[in-house]
């Protein structure tokens, strides 16, 4: 959902995690730079903000599938597992346990005391309640994909009707669906409930760390989320005090957190900004304490590190940037896998990234991350290496483009330069027109997309939810997963997808992962462009200010200058 240093983190394999998660511990076999800790005897209290942007929609969890609204909903929920700042290995949160004998039949048992920000006790039913409504057909939430492993997913979709456009789409109010519960899912007592997968999935523990497996309040079901929405109720270390999608966010310290991970600062302001120069140049004035990414004007020349000298840190994520075709819906002319291999080939990136974006990035050659185990490099074989030659032949063969190839792109992020300048490759290496389409802000851009009325490429990027293969592979390129943009469609992919869940081991999980893969590198649903390295900066008010493997500042460590 919700990026470059060459050397990647070293990978955690989803055994190890797996392992971690059920003995409550958080492994220690990864590691990266966490940039400048300053004094770590900073007195906590005081208050901090940070550059945000504007969310696509409500602050429901299961429709939070975007960085905007997720690294503030980040703050304000507590969930099962929590992920470790400094490594990304998992760490009971509000589960006390969770255990399995055949990966498959799952018994959770959460901690007693946990209470949500309006002062009611988190029980089990809060979180059955919640996984129950995130999957239900008539809730349409964005996330739902996430919970069809759980046995009875199948039965909770609608039936489906023709929309005026002639396509097959849910139709809940004439076609309701069998049920609204899902029959993998029981409540023991108050502080046990239990889980059965559809099949066995061997990191089911790792991915419940991922914020749309949080629990929720009763009062959530009172009104269907419609106040929740606006003004979430979670369990974390903060809670909202303010939001204006004009300006941004207040969160100020949750009273009621029973957690470990509790933040220092008293309070946090997302402000939202149009434009990310003036973020920077506000940064650097302390008028905005915290900024990741930076600018790509504060890139060029490595300027950021006069501008915010001793104020920066860098650290390889577990982030991937591409381009997307869009859904057979909204535009049919970018069907032909071999026009969209031309495409790919006739990108620079090697140029673009050094002229752009200061060698802050990597080529990507796949579609999965390096940080995670599992990778395999030259996953996209030469579909990835810029050859203007070859990137033309394909052009022809796949029968040209006709018009304007469109890359569109949001104007409240720093995509302008990159964008253009991949379209002037395109046009170069290719003969066809290609043009860089700016949309006012991230909420309407990715409106748009998820509506399915984009045309033309679009650029997309993804931070992983949790540390593992599958999470780069299963939510963007399954079938009907939630942020499978495009549209992708694959009965091979899906399979080997499936096989890998089931996989006994993690040698063997990552073996299916890279066959999945593989099918990507035949279809090629989306354009690799490169990995991620995230540059943060401050003001010179704050300090301990750590990057995350998600490529997020750990907000909790971050502390006020005494």
């Keep these: 959902m919700r990026g470059t240093r060459t050397i990647a983190l070293a990978g955690v394999s989803a055994l190890a995690l797996l392992t971690a998660a059920c003995n409550g511990g958080g492994s220690s076999t990864t590691s990266g730079s966490a940039g400048n800790t300053g004094n770590t005897a900073a007195a906590a209290g005081g208050e901090i903000s940070i550059v945000g942007c504007t969310p696509q929609n409500p602050f429901i969890p299961a429709m939070t599938n975007e960085t905007c609204g997720g690294d503030m909903l980040d703050e304000v929920l507590a969930r099962l597992v929590h992920y470790n700042s400094e490594t990304a290995a998992p760490e009971m949160d509000v589960a006390e346990s969770i255990e399995t004998t055949d990966n498959q039949n799952f018994t959770v048992k959460i901690k007693p005391g946990y209470k949500f920000s309006d002062g009611t006790e988190i029980k089990a039913k809060n979180f059955v309640d ?30 489906l009707s023709k929309d ?40 089911l523990p790792v991915r419940l760390g991922y914020s749309a497996f949080a629990p929720l309040p009763d009062s959530f079901f009172t009104d269907n989320g419609k106040a929740y929405g606006k003004m979430p109720i979670g369990a974390g270390p903060y809670k909202m005090e303010s939001y204006d999608p004009a300006t941004g966010a207040v969160l100020v310290k949750n009273p009621d957190y029973a957690g470990s991970f509790a933040g220092k600062v008293d309070k946090i302001t997302f402000k939202i900004y149009q434009d990310q120069d003036a973020a920077y140049k506000d940064v650097q004035a302390g008028q905005t304490d915290l900024q990741v990414p930076l600018p790509v004007s504060a890139l060029q020349g490595e300027a950021y590190k006069n501008d915010l000298p001793d104020r920066f840190a860098e650290k390889a994520t577990g982030n991937i940037s591409t381009i997307s075709f869009p859904s057979p819906k909204a535009d049919k ?38 940080v995670v185990d599992g990778y395999k490099a030259s996953a996209c074989g030469e579909a990835c290496t810029y050859d203007a030659a070859k990137a033309k032949a394909l052009f022809d063969e796949a029968g040209g483009y006709k018009g304007t190839i469109t890359l569109g792109y949001n104007a409240d992020g720093d995509h302008k330069g990159w964008t253009e300048a991949a379209c002037n490759t395109i046009k170069s290496a290719l003969g066809v027109d ?129």
């Design 130 to 159: 919640a996984w129950n409504w995130n999957r239900a057909g008539a809730n349409g939430t964005l996330n739902s994909y996430f919970f069809d492993v759980i046995d009875g997913a199948a039965d909770m979709d609608c039936g």
């Design 333 to 370: 002319s970018y069907e032909n896998p071999k026009l969209r291999k031309a495409i790919s080939m006739a990108i620079d990136r090697p140029s673009i990234i050094k002229a752009i974006l200061a060698n802050t990035r990597e080529p990507a050659t796949g579609w999965v991350s390096p």
């Design 164 to 203: 005026k456009d002639g396509n097959d789409a849910p139709d809940c109010e004439k076609k309701p669906a069998k049920t609204d519960k899902l029959s993998g899912l029981k409540v023991v007592d108050d502080h046990t409930f239990t889980i059965k997968t559809t099949e066995k999935v061997s990191n």
């Design 434 to 562: 290609c043009k860089a389409v700016a949309y006012p802000d991230f909420a309407t851009f990715r409106t748009l997309i998820t509506d399915r009325k984009m045309k033309g490429m679009f650029r997309t990027g993804w931070q992983m939810d949790y540390p593992s293969i599958e999470n780069f592979l299963a939510p963007l390129y399954g079938t009907g997963a939630g942020s499978n943009d495009g549209d992708y469609s694959s009965d091979k992919f899906d399979t080997l997808i499936k096989e890998a869940a089931a996989a006994p081991e993690a040698a063997a999980a990552n073996a299916k992962y890279q066959e999945a893969e593989a099918v990507l590198g035949e279809d090629f649903p989306t354009i690799p462009m490169w990995y991620g390295k995230a540059i943060a900066g401050w003001s010179d008010k704050v300090e301990n200010v750590k990057i995350t493997p998600f490529g997020t500042i750990d907000l909790a460590s971050v502390t006020v200058k005494s």
